[in-house]
């Protein structure tokens, strides 16, 4: 009974581990209710839900967005899930484009996933890891060098 959670994914969403020294510290998800409408930057090391709107950029650890929420600007974080809208770039490791998601902007990503019913006018750019730009660098320093 109490050593049980209801929802297995809910300690993902409170929890995190923290950089120093691998204690846990506890960090709570912000919302954005339907009926809030922000206008700035929003940046933090957090867990973001946006039912409402925002008309400036994003960047955070995670990011959902919900069937009415909708964020005008750019969008940073290392997971993203969209059920709203985005007019904006997309920049995340992961992206999930729900069937209800509308992007227009470029996405750049390492893994992106796009379910049928999903509205996307945009560029799909896939992150280059740091061995395919240590290889670039060391070929554009031999043809300096020729």
Known sequence: MFGKQ???DA???V???DHNGGRKS???ASLVCDSLSITGDLSGETELHVDGAIIGDVAVTRLLIGVQGRIEGAVSADTVDIRGKVVGSV?????HLFATAIV???ITHEQLTVDAGAEFEGRSLKFQSAAVHVLADAVAG???SS
Not at 91 to 95: D, M, R, S
């Open 91 to 95: 920049k995340a490791k992961q992206v």
């Open 142 to 144: 031999e043809a300096k």
């Open 26 to 28: 506890l960090k709570v």
């Open 6 to 8: 209801a929802n297995p």
């Open 11 to 13: 300690s993902d969403a």
């Open 15 to 17: 929890t995190r581990s």
């Open 104 to 106: 227009s902007g470029d």
